[in-house]
């Protein structure tokens, strides 16, 4: 019900939204659960476990009942808290966890099965017989749980990642928040006021006091006008620090105004700050009284809150229970606002009432009625019991400080027999200083004066000067409590509303021996939920410690762990789904490529064609067929871009190389290009490649495609940590040149049809390199083959590649040649006996794969000693061979095993494996690469490969691993 | 986590690559024996408290630099260049 004249949005503009397909109005600046109330909606929501109808408890973050689900299919999002979802035109909510309806829910029979259902059910029932577990009962449990539904479509909603960086990050805008940042601001320092809710203000946006004479939510705006005005201030609303991290790094949650499409719906935020003050306040706790938990009863402040703010009276008739002076604000204000208070139970014994209320002093509520919404309580004092009629029960078992980031690096908090509530204990996290509520500091003055004497210490912290900065008038009560934490009574006393976890849940653990803290939460899922049990679990805490006999402090709190509030993947991840999810690095003939209609592979980052289909091919193999023939019989392009590139160059490149290579380069000639292997420091092989010599002191390095970004690291290690004396720099250019293979007999007539200068071979050998130009651009021409046929790559710098990538297939293709692929390359390289990854794969040595003797034993080098180690030169290892089928028509797959004839196929009588396969047109059948025991050896012998995962078993011929041409006189004629 | 680049200053620690302790410095001579290298690549210990990591400013400058740190409350006590904290 709204009262007239009352709210502070009070002449906001009407909103129309609608709950459970009924239209509704409400006012901007309503939160769901206000507008909702305001049009006497109280019941809003199905509990978890046994279905209970709940409405709202609080009117902020920390809400455990009013869950709703907003939007339809792929914008679907549950589990959304109707006390902090700012209503906009055409919100539609709905509630969740309810099967027919909200009001008739099937699932409430839960309720009346409660005695079968208590805490640790599903430990003890479900064990037999034992196949009805996965065919029976986890199919119907997980159909009964979980709270609200995904529409298991595609989210196609928008989110966002950022980062900021302040001096100081200030978390909370209440009254200490506001101060620590005025105080902050006027020293010079770059402020980050970061708070969680739609406008700054914290509790002042709930309260009627004055401060400074002014009411207290005007002041608030006042004083975040001032700050907003300050360049050197951010504030950041709706952005809720959801966690603490190392070196001040802070996450927080932004979330966007729901109702625009075009916006993002939330961004994740990474802040990090020099300082940081933590000025988060405090919530209220409930009491555990018998069925608390009907729609109707909510926190004594969640009450103030929607009556001051919002203008809403949850009731018509309100009753107060507490055990603290702070809730007898809630009756003052809802009779200032001519809302009837029927009474205040207030536990202590000598308490008084501030005014004209029914006062129950040492009196508690025992007992609660109203199937959907409350209806009466049942109150005992000393005069014996009273059913009271109200339909709105307000509570308030006292307040605890927001302490949950400060143990977010491992810090516990301690208790304070004073406010009967854990404080964080100084320090907890390096860098950060707490003020106000969130200290255990209650009144507003107290908050006030901390906000600018914590703020001043950060400054000191800081090395600037001290801002002088009066502290505003305010109200400075003091807060009294007596301890309560749960009544006597009958009937289940609820404090985990949204795991529905009670009193006696807690108890049954005690009794099954779960007796410490975490062993409790557990077994009995209290605090849990997606709440985290923020109201909840110090009043649990408090009957475990009951239950137990030990005090509180000795049972002490559960982990607190970020996030604060829940937060979506969908943000964290933000901007990594589908093309975002990794970089995609293009070559410059990408797009000719795209064109011609090849399929891409990824190599790592890059994208490769697959192969070039020609009309009529209908199989990737009848194309990489002709695409092999044609490289073997004519001339073929390939992209080779890829591979990494590193300009080397100084006096002591050479040596450096000599270090890097377990092979000699210092002795290279310039023009010329040289094989290298290149080992890690155990010996192993890390990557291979050519090297040119361009130069005097200037080479060029290429790593295989996927290794360039560790080759990289690698001589950045060598050269900054191992080798600092040499002289030398380097640089990748990977993406600075474009760089295609041009291979096949008819490469060198091809070259020169497009070079501004013929070249022959006896001044361009084998393994030679040097300048060209072509079309008028210097490029470079080397005379490399990783197709064993006569071939070059030629490179230019990459802005020339896309041209010169359609020079060179024109050519081609003029000449009975063309494009060639990824498979096509396989199929050639196979065949030749050269090896790539699938061979060097990071437990093999030199020796392994036939190049022991690249190992120059006359100089030092990575990886020299270790690669002598007797393990690693132990001649039963798996080495290097070919193998071919005996039977022509005979598979060969990759990774299949190799065993002896006669032997079981099982891993004790491994012979080894096979790494790399292909169907090799030139031979007219399969064609493997594998690493067989003692292989040098065994050239000649049958070897059974087998694969259990295809079911493929063939004999084979094991072979040397070059197939064709082992002499090389195609690619040096 | 951020880490000091003596280069760069305070930076996430997302631009860096990790590699292990700083023992990695202290290469053995080619000849020291299979003990010596044996330790150098595979024995670390793992202590709770102070330890010396390398790390690579991989997404930034590009250096190898030495953090001084601590396990237990993940305090960054100081961070050098590779070549000033060779013995």
Known sequence: MRIAGRGFNRCAPLVTFTFDGQSYTGRAGDTLAAALLANDVRHVARSFKYHRPRGMLTAGSEEPNALVTVGYGAAQDPNIRATTLEIYDGLTARSQNAWPSLKHDAMAVNDLLSPFLSAGFYYKTFMWPKSFWEKLYEPIIRHAAGLGALSGETNQDTYEKAFAHCDVLIIGAGPAGIMAALTVARAGADVILADEGMAGGGRLLSETYDVNGRPCEKWAADQLTTLSNMENVRIMTRTTVTGAYDQGTFAALENIVLGNPEAPKECFWRIASQRSILCAGALERPIAFPNNDRPGIMLASAVRAYLNRWGVAPGQTVTIFANNDDAHRTALDLIDAGVTVAGVIDSRAGALALGDYPMFAGGQVIATKGRLGLSTITVLDCNGTHDIQTDCLAMSGGWNPTVHLTCHMNARPTWSEDILSFVPIDGAIPKMLVAGAARGVFSTLGCLAEGIAVANNTLRELGLIESQIDIPTAENSTYHIEPLWQVDGKGRKWLDFQNDVHVKDIVLAVQENFRTVEHMKRYTTQGMATDQGKNSNVVALAVLADATGCGIPETGTTTFRPPYVPVAIAAMGAGSQGHGFAPERHTTSHKATLDRGAPMMEARLWYRPSYFPKPGETTWLETCNREVAMVRNHVGICDVSTLGKIDIQGPDAGAFLDFIYCNTFSTLRENRVRYGLMLREDGHVMDDGTTARLGLNNYIMTTTTVAAGQVMTHLEWVSQALRPDLLVRFASVTEQWAQFAVAGPKSRDLLNSVLDTTIDDENWPFMSCGSIDVAGVQGRLFRISFSGEHAYEIAVPSRFGASLFRLLTAQAEAMDGGLYGMEALNVLRIEKGFITHGEIHGRVTANDIGFGRMVNQKKDCIGNAMSQRLGLLDINREQLVGLKPVEKTGRLTAGAHLFIEGEAAVSENDQGYVTSVCYSPTFGHDLALAFLKDGLKRHGNRVLLVDHLRDVQTWCEVCHPVFLDQKGELSRG | ?87
């Open chain 2, 1 to 87: 986590m951020r880490l000091p680049c003596p280069l760069c200053g305070d930076r996430d620690r997302r631009e860096f690559y990790y590699q292990g302790h700083a023992l990695m410095l202290e290469r053995p001579l080619r000849d020291a024996g299979d003990a010596a290298w044996d330790n150098y690549l595979h024995n670390r210990d793992n202590p709770a408290g102070e330890t010396r990591d390398l790390w690579h400013h991989e997404a930034g400058c590009g250096a190898w630099i030495v953090v001084t740190r601590n396990t237990v409350t993940h305090e960054v006590l100081d961070a050098i260049l590779v070549e000033k904290a060779r013995v």
